[in-house]
């Protein structure tokens, strides 16, 4: 069951999973997976731990016999190195190959899905009319998670048409909620823009962390202390920004008093232009998934 909420400018559903119908559906479908790295293996672990899908209705390929034997003995899933064998049982595929590696992966795969198969994508920059070209199949879907999901703390950006089966959508929404919040978003565009937000954010937020980090030590505050006060820092205002309705500026004010100290530290944030430094990485991340699918369509239209 999909609940639309407001965000931002668009319109987004948040992932809630029913559980009396995934339970009762549990055993009907069968998901595959084109690359079995890291978060193909987070969503293979949180389906079985949360008992969505029985192992023998996982399947994945790898290029590594090596990786294929490890998740067979980790999880009893089947694993093969073949692509096609994988695609041709899947009722939803998820490529989760390398930017670079889908134009080798596109031309074995096309016209090798069957009608009713949808595919998942979360490959950065790859766009529908790129898989669809490329596939020869048109139920495509596209994703973008972030590193917490690897803590199913993560949140995943996807989108699908409003054309797609009811199934397969609550298939989908089911998949990425193990790994933490899911919003489906109205236009794909936004999937692109959550590649640069969302997906690259944590970097961001982990180099802000070290940023606070050094700073802490350089004033002299021992190591093991400015660790637990920083990270506690953090989640704390997190928490409360989310819980507020005020706008996060005000939120600022609150704590800012004339000639205070907080008024000192922010305005030489300012004077850095730490804002503007923000946007921009943000804004070269995006610019760099744009250039990322401009390179795929040009290949796969080769």
Same mark, same amino acid.
């Given at each position: 069951?999909?609940?639309?909420?407001?965000?931002?400018?668009?319109?987004?559903?948040?992932?809630?999973?029913?559980?009396?119908?995934?339970?009762?559906?549990?055993?009907?479908?069968?998901?595959?997976?084109?690359?079995?790295?890291?978060?193909?293996?987070?969503?293979?672990?949180?389906?079985?731990?949360?008992?969505?899908?029985?192992?023998?209705?996982?399947?994945?390929?790898?290029?590594?016999?090596?990786?294929?034997?490890?998740?067979?003995?980790?999880?009893?899933?089947?694993?093969?190195?073949?692509?096609?064998?994988?695609?041709?049982?899947?009722?939803?595929?998820?490529?989760?190959?390398?930017?670079?590696?889908?134009?080798?992966?596109?031309?074995?795969?096309? !016209?090798?899905?069957?009608?009713?198969?949808?595919?998942?994508?979360?490959?950065?920059?790859?766009?529908?009319?790129?898989?669809?070209?490329?596939?020869?199949?048109?139920?495509?879907?596209?994703?973008?998670?972030?590193?917490?999901?690897?803590?199913?703390?993560?949140?995943?950006?996807?989108?699908?048409?409003?054309?797609?089966?009811?199934?397969?959508?609550?298939?989908?929404?089911?998949?990425?909620?193990?790994?933490?919040?899911?919003?489906?978003?109205?236009?794909?565009?936004?999937?692109?823009?959550?590649?640069?937000?969302?997906?690259? !954010?944590?970097?961001?937020?982990?180099?802000?962390?070290?940023?606070?980090?050094?700073?802490?030590?350089?004033? !002299?505050?021992?190591?093991?202390?400015?660790?637990?006060?920083?990270?506690?820092?953090?989640?704390?205002?997190?928490?409360?920004?989310?819980?507020?309705?005020?706008?996060?500026?005000?939120?600022?004010?609150?704590?800012?008093?004339? !000639?205070?100290?907080?008024?000192?530290?922010?305005?030489?944030?300012?004077?850095?232009?730490?804002?503007?430094?923000?946007?921009?990485?943000?804004?070269?991340?995006?610019?760099?998934?744009?250039?990322?699918?401009?390179?795929?369509?040009?290949?796969?239209?080769?």
């Amino acid at each position: 069951m999909c609940h639309v909420v407001p965000f931002g400018t668009v319109s987004v559903r948040k992932s809630v999973k029913p559980r009396s119908q995934m339970e009762d559906e549990m055993h009907n479908w069968t998901l595959g997976f084109v690359g079995a790295g890291v978060m193909a293996e987070v969503m293979i672990a949180g389906l079985l731990e949360e008992g969505i899908l029985p192992p023998q209705r996982i399947v994945a390929s790898n290029r590594r016999a090596a990786r294929s034997t490890e998740l067979v003995e980790r999880y009893g899933i089947r694993c093969s190195q073949d692509n096609l064998s994988v695609a041709a049982q899947a009722d939803v595929l998820v490529l989760s190959v390398k930017p670079q590696t889908l134009p080798k992966i596109l031309p074995q795969l096309s !016209g090798a899905l069957q009608p009713s198969t949808m595919v998942l994508s979360i490959i950065a920059g790859a766009s529908s009319a790129v898989l669809t070209r490329g596939l020869g199949h048109s139920r495509i879907a596209r994703c973008m998670p972030n590193l917490p999901c690897r803590i199913r703390k993560g949140m995943t950006v996807w989108y699908a048409p409003e054309s797609s089966n009811p199934a397969d959508l609550q298939r989908i929404d089911t998949i990425l909620g193990v790994m933490g919040q899911a919003l489906r978003v109205t236009e794909e565009t936004h999937v692109d823009r959550a590649t640069a937000v969302n997906g690259t !954010g944590p970097a961001i937020v982990a180099e802000f962390v070290k940023s606070m980090l050094d700073a802490a030590t350089y004033i !002299g505050e021992p190591r093991n202390v400015a660790r637990e006060t920083v990270l506690a820092t953090l989640a704390g205002t997190v928490e409360m920004i989310r819980q507020s309705d005020a706008h996060v500026a005000q939120l600022i004010d609150e704590v800012t008093s004339p !000639g205070g100290t907080t008024s000192r530290a922010l305005q030489v944030l300012k004077q850095g232009r730490f804002s503007a430094v923000i946007t921009d990485s943000i804004d070269a991340a995006y610019q760099r998934t744009v250039a990322l699918g401009g390179a795929l369509e040009e290949k796969v239209g080769e």
